[in-house]
């Protein structure tokens, strides 16, 4: 029908590296719950028959509502639930492949772009860039992160509600990935054209080098001490 639902294993299973069977069928859990979301632990790979042949989900794609910075607009200092039934449609421009982003995409469509936090790892693999998203903004959250605009979601920690990143186990309820991957050209400009309008979106710098009291550095330098 859709649906999804997080199936938890241990790195500590004796199947832990066994390779996820294919096909489709049937499969004996436990149902938990962790977090607020659903999830099921296998007691043994035995009882996961996924031997028959996959089914296809159709998958309906909505129709975007409201642009990137229309969305950011909403925000108004402080963080903002969505209620209203807003989708916004894009494509992804930078994941956590290369681990200069941590558990985060970021999107952009024709006028705007915007950071999406993901409580997850190794998002490169289900959103690679270009690869075409349409977001159902509803029950989300938008909240800022030094000052840049983010669209999550919350959990509680110590009776508190944190912003966060939407978790795995809802995160296609509000994500729908499009049929294509198709990267975006980079809006070229100068340095002194980059501003609050230009957050999120990918951009080309011509006719640039690094300061020269950063020559012989890193792209990250540490300095540690005892």
Not at 129 to 155: A, H, M, N, P, R
Not at 176 to 204: A, D, F, H, R, Y
């Given at each position: 029908s859709g649906s999804t639902v997080i199936v938890r294993t241990s790195g500590y299973a004796n199947f832990a590296n066994t390779v996820l069977p294919e096909g489709n069928g049937s499969l004996i859990a436990i149902a938990g719950h962790y977090n607020g979301d659903a999830q099921l632990t296998i007691r043994s790979t035995n009882e996961v028959q996924l031997t028959g042949e996959r089914c296809g989900v159709n998958v309906e794609i909505p129709t975007p509502n409201i642009s990137i910075p229309e969305l950011k607009d909403l925000y108004q200092g402080q963080r903002l639930q969505i209620t209203n039934d807003l989708v916004i449609g894009a494509r992804v421009v930078a994941n956590d492949e290369s681990g200069n982003y941590y558990k985060t995409i970021v999107i952009q469509d024709s006028e705007g772009g915007?950071?999406?936090?993901?409580?997850?790892?190794?998002?490169?693999?289900?959103?690679?860039?270009?690869?075409?998203?349409?977001?159902?903004?509803?029950?989300?959250?938008?909240?800022?992160?030094?000052?840049?605009?983010?669209?999550?979601?919350?959990?509680?920690?110590?009776?508190?509600?944190?912003?966060?990143?939407?978790?795995?186990?809802?995160?296609?309820?509000?994500?729908?990935?499009?049929?294509?991957?198709?990267?975006?050209?980079?809006?070229?400009?100068?340095?002194?054209?980059?501003?609050?309008?230009?957050?999120?979106?990918?951009?080309?710098?011509?006719?640039?080098?690094?300061?020269?009291?950063?020559?012989?550095?890193?792209?990250a330098s540490f300095q540690f001490s005892e």
């Open positions: 915007i950071e999406v936090k993901i409580n997850d790892y190794d998002l490169f693999q289900d959103f690679p860039v270009g690869q075409e998203v349409y977001i159902k903004c509803q029950d989300l959250y938008l909240d800022t992160y030094g000052g840049v605009i983010q669209l999550g979601s919350v959990y509680e920690e110590g009776g508190e509600l944190l912003f966060g990143g939407i978790q795995p186990g809802s995160l296609f309820t509000h994500v729908v990935k499009g049929p294509n991957v198709e990267p975006v050209e980079p809006t070229e400009m100068n340095i002194s054209q980059i501003g609050v309008n230009q957050i999120g979106m990918l951009v080309k710098l011509p006719e640039v080098q690094f300061a020269d009291n950063e020559l012989g550095e890193t792209w």
